[in-house]
């Protein structure tokens, strides 16, 4: 499973608050690990508050990192370069970014969960800025079948079932169809669902719904106190690590998908990003 939550800009004129913060504490920690528990949970009896926190509490207490955490964490800063024909500054080029700053603009963590459901299926969750493009999404990447009948598998990938969070809502489910002819030939096609098309209605933005939550005194989608406390005490492990060991600040260019460390730590499993 693949939580992406990419930004193709800058910090702006954020400087004040993000230096020292970084990617991981500002969306990591609570969008990222809140898409986690949503995507893993069991069914909840109903979808009252209690019920619904109770079950993505259930996660994230069962949730720990998927090996040492020098292998399943990885951070990185964007460098000066060219995006969508335009230059830009390396992050510590950024008004009000100290010369020698180490906050990470791109944060990626390799997780596991240990329930009956999800034991043995990592869970690598990326966050970052100047990326190839903005895109939230939740890809949950199925396994070959432990048998193939085919003579050939040239061009068949992974089944996926991708959630667009945003920018466009929606669901793809990308299979592997064989192309009409006599021969076995495998191309992978896609199912779309998209909100903007299905529905005329207007959607309302995420900040919407949330204030008026609170003014309606709905609280199903507010987290409580100990759900909180669980995800920082994972992500808590990965900032003092990354503490003790400078060094292991990577770069990467604008306009990419990432640092050559956050794709050495997904081959260590035999798996690569999907690109959105």
Partial sequence: VQITMAEDIGIGSRAGYYDGIGSARDVIQ??????????????PNSF????????????????????????????AQYEAGWQGGQWVKAYREEDGIPQDSITDTYAALRLGIHTRRWEGVPFYLRAGKRMG?????IAVVFKYPPFLP????????HNTLVIRVQPQEGITFKVGSKVPGSSMRLRDVTMDFAYGHAFTEYAPEAYERLILDVLLGDPPLFPRQKE??????????????????PETLDTYRPGTWGPACADKMLARDGNEWRRP
């Fill in 30 to 43: 609570n969008h990222l690990l809140q898409l986690l528990a949503l995507t893993a949970m069991e069914e």
């Fill in 48 to 75: 009252s508050a209690d019920a619904l926190r109770a079950e993505k509490e259930k996660i994230l207490d069962a949730t720990s990192f998927y090996g040492p955490v020098g292998e399943s964490a990885v951070r």
């Fill in 133 to 137: 493009r903005r895109v939230s999404e």
């Fill in 150 to 157: 085919f003579e050939s598998t040239a061009g068949m990938g």
């Fill in 228 to 245: 909180i406390e669980t995800s920082w005490k994972l992500l808590d492990q990965a900032e003092e690590y990354w503490e003790t060991h």
